[in-house]
T-cell receptor
Framework: EAQVTQNPRYLITVTGKKLTVTCSQNMNHEYMSWYRQDPGLGLRQIYY???????DKGDVPEGYKVSRKEKRNFPLILESPSPNQTSLYFCASSSGDLYEQYFGPGTRLTVT | AQSVTQPDIHITVSEGASLELRCNYSYGATPYLFWYVQSPGQGLQLLLKYFSGDTLVQGIKGFEAEFKRSQSSFNLRKPSVHWSDAAEYFCAGDYGGATNKLIFGTGTLLAVQP
C-alpha cells in the first residue's frame, strides 16, 4: 500500500530536549516536505527536499533541521524545542511531475 | 504574494442540504488547485484536483469543484451533505517552481446538523 508514515504520532517533551520525528514514504517520490498546522493558520511549509541530499527552507524553518540521506526518509529534527513549536506536523511526498502530495497521518507535538 | 483564501472559517449545514465552500487564489499564473479534507484526528485526504482542461472536476465522496478564472475561484460543492462529511476542508494551490510547495488556505470547518 502506498503510504507516508510518521513516528511518533504523539509526543510530549520539555523545552530544550532534542527530538526527531521520522518520515518515510514507499512510493519512490523525489519531493518530500514538512508542514506544521496551527489553528487559524492552515498548513505552512517548514522544509522541503527535491531529492537525496537536496533540501531547502520553506516558510517557517526557524528552529528546525532536516536531512535527506535516503530517498524514502526525511526526518525532522528539533535541536532545542521551544513551546512555540507545539503544533501538529505533517510530512508529505510527491512525484515532481504529478504535483499531487500524499500526506502522513501527522505528529502532534507538545513542548512544555 | 501568492495566496489561497478561504473566506468562511465555519459553516453549518443540515444533513441533506447542498454545500458550497469558497476558495479564492491570488492573481498571476493559475496554480494547480486542490481540495483536501481532514477528519478529526486524521491526516489530509485529497478530494479532487484541477490542473487544466474541463473547469468542473469530480472528486471522491460525491464532491465536485468548479474553476472560474474570471473570479479566481475554485469552490467546492456537494449536492447533498451527509453527517460523515463533518470535517475541516482545506483549499490549496501549487504555484509551481522547484519547491513543490502547497500554499494552503486557513481551512473551513464544516458542521452537519441532523
Amino acid at each position: 500500500e502506498a503510504q507516508v508514515t510518521q513516528n511518533p504520532r504523539y509526543l510530549i517533551t520539555v523545552t530544550g530536549k532534542k527530538l526527531t520525528v521520522t518520515c518515510s514514504q514507499n512510493m519512490n517520490h523525489e519531493y518530500m516536505s514538512w508542514y506544521r498546522q496551527d489553528p487559524g493558520l492552515g498548513l505552512r511549509q517548514i522544509y522541503y527536499s527535491m531529492n537525496v541530499e537536496v533540501t531547502d527552507k520553506g516558510d517557517v524553518p526557524e528552529g528546525y533541521k532536516v536531512s535527506r540521506k535516503e530517498k524514502r526518509n526525511f526526518p525532522l529534527i528539533l535541536e532545542s524545542p521551544s513551546p512555540n513549536q507545539t503544533s501538529l506536523y505533517f510530512c508529505a511526498s510527491s512525484s515532481g511531475d504529478l504535483y499531487e502530495q500524499y500526506f502522513g497521518p501527522g505528529t502532534r507535538l507538545t513542548v512544555t | 504574494a501568492q495566496s489561497v483564501t478561504q473566506p468562511d472559517i465555519h459553516i453549518t449545514v443540515s444533513e441533506g442540504a447542498s454545500l458550497e465552500l469558497r476558495c479564492n487564489y491570488s492573481y498571476g499564473a493559475t496554480p494547480y488547485l486542490f481540495w483536501y479534507v481532514q477528519s478529526p484526528g486524521q491526516g489530509l485526504q485529497l478530494l479532487l484536483k484541477y490542473f487544466s482542461g474541463d473547469t468542473l472536476v469530480q472528486g471522491i465522496k460525491g464532491f465536485e469543484a468548479e474553476f472560474k478564472r474570471s473570479q479566481s475561484s475554485f469552490n467546492l460543492r456537494k449536492p447533498s451533505v451527509h453527517w460523515s462529511d463533518a470535517a475541516e476542508y482545506f483549499c490549496a494551490g501549487d504555484y509551481g517552481g522547484a519547491t513543490n510547495k502547497l500554499i494552503f488556505g486557513t481551512g473551513t470547518l464544516l458542521a452537519v446538523q441532523p
